[in-house]
């Protein structure tokens, strides 16, 4: 059944993650481990995966300011813009998404739902758009003189942390078995870093970097593992997982993704979760050189963070 949100209200996103459901994998592409898939892609089919989680303390925090327009900013296939400019019609938010590079002549799908949801698309140049971070970019993109709440890229702000700490508390609440493992795909690191908030204490958690630049991420992720708790500090990158950088895929990776088409039915994004899950796949696979008599059963969770509007894009071989 298709469920969306349909309300802004802690209660009714709260209720909404409560519900999303645990999937049991039985495939030979896993053995010797339990595992399970969390699908964060079915909590909205439009506000999906973990960009939902960063999404909501934001909203509700640009309506309890009374901003009625929501800036944001992101490259051509950004599945934070889509869930932005989503959110924003949903929820009565006028969103603005300050793009990176020039308009092209043809819109990404993803570009095109943007604005078909009534988003405002304003490109700025790939060395403005590096200065993101800079207290006068949004001055240097025209957007001085307005009343505004700014979600930075990939919704990673603090509210953004507070977002996940709640995914972290429903995880720990509805979990259908004890998990020894929780392995999710890493870009920003945000949604790493603040999964470690203490909910979920007793899970070993493994972010799979899915571009170059894994020490960067592991940096960026104890940042915000140390905002979002005082007692945890040590977060794991697992490095090797790009399969040729951000958005390319490996013939790895696309020989994967068939066998799971074929062998499980969870639908994998090629960006983020099916570099997760081959990584995953691949660590197993190793540890099954240890005689299985030798191992503990171990349970695993696989968090699907959505992503699945990229698979429109295009394939880039590495
Ligand atoms: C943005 C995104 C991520 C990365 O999340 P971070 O918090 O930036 O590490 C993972 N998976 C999907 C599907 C995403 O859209």
Redesign the pocket.
Known sequence: MIRYLTELSLEAFTEAARNVPYQQIDSDLFPGIDLWVRRDDLIDPLIS???AYKLIYNLLEAREQGKDTIVTCGGAWS??IHASAVAGQRFGFKTIGIIRGERPPVLSAMLQDAERFGMELRFVSRSLYRQRDKPEFLMQAGLADMDYWYIPE?G?NLEGVKGVQMLAKVIRDTSPVAFHECWL????????GALTCGSLRSVELRGVAVLKGEAAIQQAATGWSQKSSKEFGSVQVLAGGHCGGYARVDQALIEFISSCQEQISVPL?WV??AKAALKLKKSVDSRNKIPLQAQEQINVLLLH???LQGNRGRMVAF
């Open positions: 995966g973990n960009k599945n934070h990939g990673a795909p890493c870009g920003t690191g945000l949604t790493l994004d983020y979760v963070t959505g992503g």
